[in-house]
């Protein structure tokens, strides 16, 4: 049995490859392609070898391709594989395979998931447009912020109604409208795109039946539904639904050493996105929905 460590970056891919012994057997590089990759692990280490990748940008595109070309291949958590490959001395991109390969051949790692690429096209469109909606709020701060110096106040509302009211605000002082108005075009522009988003969300989650079941329960919506599918993707990989809560990073920290034993706050770690949205829809039904379910009922008693 051969064992390979792959260390990727943007261009080329350091490959090591060791035997049951851990000793080094063959170790190059070549360019970051999963053809590429496939051809020559099959031929410096055979179709049965095991490979290591850590995680990264280009995994799920390198895991999969692997994959289909028949390649048993694990994908590592980087922060954990980080404390092994930091007992060396020298940090390469050879050393770091080398290491990859080590802790390939001694078991010591817990394989990360690989989602597939439409559950990643999915997270795609939904980070996309959360940054939209960051940007949006952040350029109607930036446009309050310049009126306020000029005594002018736009009041609470946004949307068309935001763009009426600064408009109305500006057309007697040429001065801020040569600043604010490339601001609010800029402003109507990003919400456009925000609402194309939406409509690519809505026609993604009317074909999922499974996001159509989660969007049943009252207050949950397109967001949090099509959130939530593309990070479980497999409810079988958990052992138990409590299992879900910990993968989101929403069970408390725990400090234990000696007759020190303290719980913190959630530890925020991963997938902030879908805390979020989570978070918000969980808001929704909490306080804004007033048809009862059975979920409303169970998360109004724990509130208590």
Same mark, same amino acid.
């Given at each position: 049995?051969?064992?390979?460590?792959?260390?990727?970056?943007?261009?080329?891919?350091?490959?090591?490859?060791?035997?049951?012994?851990?000793?080094?057997?063959?170790?190059?590089?070549?360019?970051?392609?999963?053809?590429?990759?496939?051809?020559?692990?099959?031929?410096?280490?055979?179709?049965?070898?095991?490979?290591?990748?850590?995680?990264?940008?280009?995994?799920?595109?390198?895991?999969?391709?692997?994959?289909?070309?028949?390649? /048993?291949? %694990?994908?590592?958590?980087? #922060?954990? $594989?980080? *404390?092994?490959?930091?007992? @060396? !001395?020298?940090?390469?991109?050879?050393?770091?395979?080398?290491?990859?390969?080590?802790?390939?051949?001694?078991?010591?790692?817990?394989?990360?998931?690989?989602?597939?690429?439409?559950?990643?096209?999915?997270?795609?469109?939904?980070?996309?447009?959360?940054?939209?909606?960051?940007?949006?709020?952040?350029?109607?701060?930036?446009?309050?912020?310049?009126?306020?110096?000029?005594?002018?106040?736009?009041?609470?509302?946004?949307?068309?109604?935001?763009?009426?009211?600064?408009?109305?605000?500006?057309?007697?002082?040429?001065?801020?409208?040569?600043?604010?108005?490339?601001?609010?075009?800029?402003?109507?522009?990003?919400?456009?795109?925000?609402? /194309?988003? %939406?409509?690519?969300?809505? #026609?993604? $989650?009317? *074909?999922?039946?499974?996001? @159509? !079941?989660?969007?049943?329960?009252?207050?949950?919506?397109?967001?949090?539904?099509?959130?939530?599918?593309?990070?479980?993707?497999?409810?079988?990989?958990?052992?138990?639904?409590?299992?879900?809560?910990?993968?989101?990073?929403?069970?408390?920290?725990?400090?234990?050493?000696?007759?020190?034993?303290?719980?913190?706050?959630?530890?925020?770690?991963?997938?902030?996105?879908?805390?979020?949205?989570?978070?918000?829809?969980?808001?929704?039904?909490?306080?804004?929905?007033?048809?009862?379910?059975?979920?409303?009922?169970?998360?109004?008693?724990?509130?208590?």
């Amino acid at each position: 049995m051969m064992y390979v460590g792959l260390d990727v970056s943007q261009k080329s891919t350091a490959i090591c490859v060791v035997n049951e012994r851990g000793q080094r057997q063959w170790r190059g590089t070549c360019p970051s392609d999963p053809h590429v990759l496939a051809s020559q692990l099959k031929r410096h280490a055979g179709a049965d070898a095991r490979i290591g990748i850590e995680t990264g940008a280009m995994t799920p595109w390198l895991v999969h391709g692997l994959r289909q070309a028949g390649l /048993t291949v %694990d994908c590592l958590d980087a #922060r954990r $594989v980080k *404390a092994a490959l930091q007992m @060396r !001395l020298n940090k390469t991109d050879q050393n770091d395979a080398e290491g990859l390969a080590q802790v390939m051949r001694t078991g010591w790692y817990r394989p990360v998931h690989v989602k597939s690429l439409d559950a990643h096209r999915a997270r795609s469109l939904l980070g996309a447009r959360a940054q939209l909606v960051g940007m949006r709020t952040r350029l109607t701060n930036i446009i309050r912020g310049i009126l306020k110096t000029s005594g002018m106040l736009p009041g609470s509302g946004r949307g068309l109604r935001f763009d009426r009211r600064v408009e109305e605000l500006i057309q007697d002082d040429q001065e801020v409208c040569m600043v604010v108005r490339p601001l609010l075009a800029t402003l109507r522009h990003v919400g456009e795109q925000i609402t /194309t988003f %939406d409509k690519a969300v809505l #026609r993604q $989650v009317r *074909a999922d039946p499974t996001c @159509r !079941l989660l969007m049943s329960v009252p207050g949950n919506g397109a967001l949090s539904s099509l959130v939530y599918v593309s990070t479980v993707e497999d409810p079988k990989r958990f052992s138990r639904s409590r299992a879900v809560g910990a993968h989101l990073r929403l069970t408390p920290r725990r400090y234990q050493s000696g007759d020190i034993d303290r719980s913190g706050r959630i530890s925020r770690c991963g997938d902030s996105l879908a805390r979020t949205l989570m978070y918000e829809a969980a808001i929704v039904i909490l306080h804004r929905v007033k048809r009862a379910s059975q979920l409303s009922e169970w998360a109004q008693a724990i509130a208590q």
